[in-house]
């Protein structure tokens, strides 16, 4: 079973603060790593997706990936309470059309 | 900015009775997915479509349901016969697909809630 998967938190930090959210993957033949950002009763939103070992920076987000440790992580600097959401972490195999393996997801709340 | 779109967005149905739900996705998108995710779980993969044909499909995916796109526009997820586990939020999501790696970022619409009573 090809799992994904995160920090059961709630994670809560204070405004301005850094949040960073962490995922790990079982299968070795992942290839592409995606963060969506899903308010409650919404669908997800795309925000980060990263390639290739190291970071990539997006604004105030910075994804990072390291394949050896089959880790990925997202930071979000000057973390606004707009940023409270469910963020979550998916994975898909080399391939466009390569479905989405998700992981449960890290409530995330910015407090005041 | 083009969106994914779908309807409706809430749709109530008797257990056993069948369901269709649908989507337009992005406009130049080749690769097309359904995902479901019942209350307080992960989001999970149903199926994927392209050039006119189911690409991939998982478990959840039984003789229960089907896909199709019946124009070059819409694509459908219809539920024969529901149940009440049927219940869930229904996500379509498209993606590019072009080139020889393809792009493969996935954009998804604001969902179906579907309640089986």
């Known amino acids: 079973q090809k799992e994904v998967e995160q920090n059961s938190g709630p994670l809560s930090v204070p405004e301005g603060a850094i949040a960073s959210l962490n995922c790990t993957y079982s299968d070795r033949g992942s290839q592409s790593f995606f963060w969506y950002r899903q308010y409650s009763g919404k669908s997800p939103e795309l925000i980060m997706f990263?390639?290739?070992?190291g970071d990539k920076e997006d604004g105030r987000f910075t994804a990072q990936l390291n394949k050896a440790s089959q880790y990925v992580s997202l930071l979000i600097r000057d973390s606004q309470p707009s940023d409270s959401a469910t963020y979550l972490c998916?994975?898909?195999?080399?391939?466009?059309?390569?479905?989405?393996?998700f992981g449960k997801g890290i409530t995330l709340s910015v407090r005041p | 900015e083009p969106e994914v779109t779908q309807t409706p967005s809430h749709q109530v149905t008797q257990m056993g009775q069948e369901v269709i739900l649908r989507c337009v996705p992005i406009s130049n998108h080749l690769y097309f997915y359904w995902y479901r995710q019942i209350l307080g779980q992960k989001v999970e993969f149903l199926v994927s479509?392209?050039?006119?044909?189911?690409?991939?499909k998982s478990e959840i995916f039984d003789d229960q349901f089907s896909v199709e796109r019946p124009d070059g526009s819409n694509f459908t997820l219809k539920i024969r016969s529901t149940k009440l586990e049927d219940s869930a939020m229904y996500f379509c999501?498209?993606?590019?697909?072009?080139?020889?790696?393809?792009?493969?970022?996935?954009?998804f619409g604001q969902g179906t809630r579907l309640t089986v009573v």
């Open positions: 990263i390639y290739s070992n």
């Open positions: 479509f392209y050039n006119n044909e189911i690409s991939e």
């Open positions: 998916a994975v898909t195999r080399r391939g466009a059309n390569s479905k989405l393996t």
């Open positions: 999501a498209s993606s590019e697909g072009y080139g020889d790696r393809g792009r493969d970022e996935a954009f």
